[in-house]
């Protein structure tokens, strides 16, 4: 075949690389191509095709153009996006392909991997159509298709400028370094409407860039990808049995089908890493595997209880910016707590945390960025729902600017005459522990996970605050205090919440 016809095939596998190979088992075109034609380093040091994983090939299942994926340790994800890449990139003319690695050592070893792909492509491809014109400096260019595929670092500030890419890989996002928001907007804003992007990273704490893309990936359009340590099928003891099972170790056996080899490895792993690091680094959820940075005011234990107890929403409005759990009831009084905020798209969220008076149980949530008019027009709409329900704003700083718009609503919290809560340096820590007390002894009322994750991430300072780490936000924190706190002092004491009464609520349902 002459390099003319070689363009035109590749050109017109391009059209039809997600369409399967009936004869390969549903097999798509592109991960056909990969296994014949790309070769990777083995563990064994030799090399041999590419061949998905149980990881890879569900990450190739669900893909969509933005993607991001939390992931254990080496589960080969960075490479079968590489590969997967490399493969639009050739047959696709005029395509920039990046990837972004966290420092210059990975960076390098990316390059190793995606330069490994062309050196070992069929002789008549790399010496004609597939012929580069450069390769250095982590850098491949293949003139006669105009297309080129690069790997950078996060800690270089032109990495991206100035191009358009159609493809952006970046790996372990949680370990950019310096401003890693502002180094990451700035490549987004490189990739068009129709390009892909996947963010990619092993969790390293509840705060950060990567813990918030997770976090708010349904609002933001991202698929999230979850991919646990025992899709290495690789983790494991051989020829051992796990005896005297714990109840965790049942519970894993149960949901995720682990034998007593995996088990074993588990075992193993957990005594050699200590301090949680193996449930970072070997992550077996999407929520414990983020560690709390700092020193967390919340009982991290009752947390986890609470979100394994956590109840879906009966209802959703409004692009999940409305989430109720239980409905009102007649004859039930409820307190509902805001946090305002100032109405931006960026920066902190308002929401407002609606309670039962009686019980404390979380019923509904109202979160997103609203002006403060609109903001002011929906907490009457909520609090009519809810039997004019006792409505305390604080009203700090953006209060003020909500409270104007609430005049005509009929029951407003006020202190000494005064519309709104104040949330002082005096008031905000008893309002902090009485959340944390109420939190370790009924963590069954919560059932926001937006809370639960926010409760993880809201720590003590070295000068003896609380706030949420930097990256994160608190404004779910700061509703449902000061509508606890409101019911405090309405009541004039704490009221404890009874199985039967909880119980009892949750068959209204």
Not at 199 to 216: D, I, R
Not at 401 to 421: D, S
């Amino acid at each position: 075949m002459s390099t003319l016809d070689d363009l035109w095939l590749l050109i017109h596998l391009g059209n039809y690389l997600d369409n399967p190979v009936p004869e390969r088992g549903g097999l798509t075109i592109r991960d056909a191509l990969t296994e014949m034609w790309l070769k990777v380093r083995s563990k064994t040091r030799g090399l041999v095709e590419l061949k998905a994983n149980r990881a890879q090939r569900e990450f190739a299942r669900r893909c969509s153009k933005k993607n991001i994926v939390l992931k254990a340790r080496q589960l080969g994800i960075t490479t079968y996006v590489a590969a997967r890449f490399f493969v639009e990139t050739i047959t696709h003319p005029g395509t920039m392909t990046v990837q972004v690695a966290h420092d210059q050592e990975s960076a390098e070893e990316i390059f190793r991997i995606v330069h490994r792909f062309w050196e070992n492509l069929p002789s008549y491809l790399r010496e004609g159509t597939l012929q580069t014109s450069r390769s250095n400096i982590r850098q491949i260019a293949f003139s006669k298709l105009d297309s080129q595929y690069r790997v950078a670092t996060a800690a270089d500030e032109n990495a991206g400028r100035g191009m358009t890419i159609h493809h952006l890989h970046c790996s372990e996002v949680a370990s950019w370094p310096g401003a890693a928001d502002e180094t990451l907007a700035s490549l987004r804003a490189t990739v068009p409407e129709d390009g892909e992007i996947v963010l990619e990273s092993t969790p390293k704490g509840a705060s950060g860039v990567f813990y918030e893309e997770w976090q708010k990936a349904t609002e933001t359009g991202y698929t999230q990808h979850f991919f646990p340590w025992w899709y290495d099928g690789a983790y494991r003891v051989a020829g051992t049995e796990a005896s005297s099972l714990t109840d965790e170790e049942n519970e894993l056996v149960e949901r995720a089908g682990l034998s007593s080899e995996q088990i074993a490895w588990r075992r193993v792993t957990r005594a050699q890493l200590r301090g949680g690091l193996a449930a970072q680094e070997y992550a077996e959820d999407a929520i414990s595997c983020f560690l709390a940075s700092g020193e967390c005011i919340f009982d991290l234990e009752a947390i986890g209880v609470a979100q394994k107890a956590m109840l879906k929403p009966v209802d959703v409005r409004d692009n999940g910016r409305l989430m109720i759990w239980f409905p009102p009831q007649p004859g039930k009084e409820y307190v509902i707590g805001v946090d305002p905020a100032g109405g931006g798209t960026e920066g902190d969220y308002s929401c407002a945390m609606v309670i039962e008076r009686k019980t404390a149980l979380q019923c509904a949530e109202l979160h997103g960025h609203f002006s403060l008019r609109e903001f002011g027009r929906r907490l009457v709409q909520l609090g009519q729902q809810y039997n004019e329900a006792l409505l305390a704003v604080e009203r700090n700083n953006h209060g003020y600017g909500v409270l104007a718009h609430l005049q005509e609503y009929p029951n407003l919290y006020r202190e000494n005459k005064t519309e709104g809560w104040l949330t002082t340096a005096v008031s905000k820590p008893a309002m902090i522990e009485n959340l944390a007390a109420i939190l370790a002894t009924q963590p069954g009322i919560f059932q926001s996970e937006r809370l639960l994750n926010e409760f993880r991430t809201f720590v003590r300072r070295a000068d003896g605050s609380s706030a949420a780490t930097a990256g994160t936000h608190d404004d779910c924190v700061m509703a449902m205090a000061i509508a606890l706190a409101v019911r405090q002092a309405e009541c004039g004491k704490p009221m404890r919440t009874s199985a039967v009464e909880l119980s009892a609520l949750e068959r209204v349902r």
